[in-house]
């Protein structure tokens, strides 16, 4: 098991900057992947950026691209998501999610952390 625990979430206001935290603890030597999702009210929860657990490959949504940075400090096992040039339509609930070698999908989500930009 892997548990994930998010941070960093608040209110802001357009054009700021914000950066969420993913503590990751348990089995995590069986990861493969990790990302952040969104979701926010309304809509369905979309995958924003993702990286490898062990290695350098990124992606990221078309939405974020240029603005949005993932990261890994593999001392502390915790990923971040730096947000910059934050704007009304990035505010959601932002979920961390692990997935294992072999699988190809998330096995493990953390609680989810709210981001709300003001305009």
């Known amino acids: 098991q892997v548990q994930l625990v998010e941070s960093g979430g608040g209110l802001v206001q357009a054009g700021v900057s914000l950066r969420l935290s993913c503590a990751a603890s348990?089995?995590?030597?069986?990861?493969?992947?990790v990302g952040w999702f969104r979701q926010a009210p309304g809509k369905e929860r979309e995958l924003v950026a993702a990286?490898?657990?062990?290695?350098?490959?990124?992606h990221y949504a078309d939405a974020v691209k240029g603005r949005f940075t993932i990261s890994k400090d593999n001392a502390k096992n915790t990923v971040y998501l730096q947000m910059n040039s934050l704007k009304p339509e990035d505010t959601a609930v932002y979920y961390c999610?692990?997935?294992?070698?072999?699988?190809?999908?998330?096995?493990?989500w953390g609680q989810g952390t709210q981001v709300t930009v003001s305009p």
């Open positions: 348990g089995r995590t030597f069986n990861l493969r992947r």
């Open positions: 990286r490898l657990w062990i290695g350098s490959h990124t």
């Open positions: 999610a692990a997935g294992v070698v072999g699988s190809d999908t998330y096995n493990f």
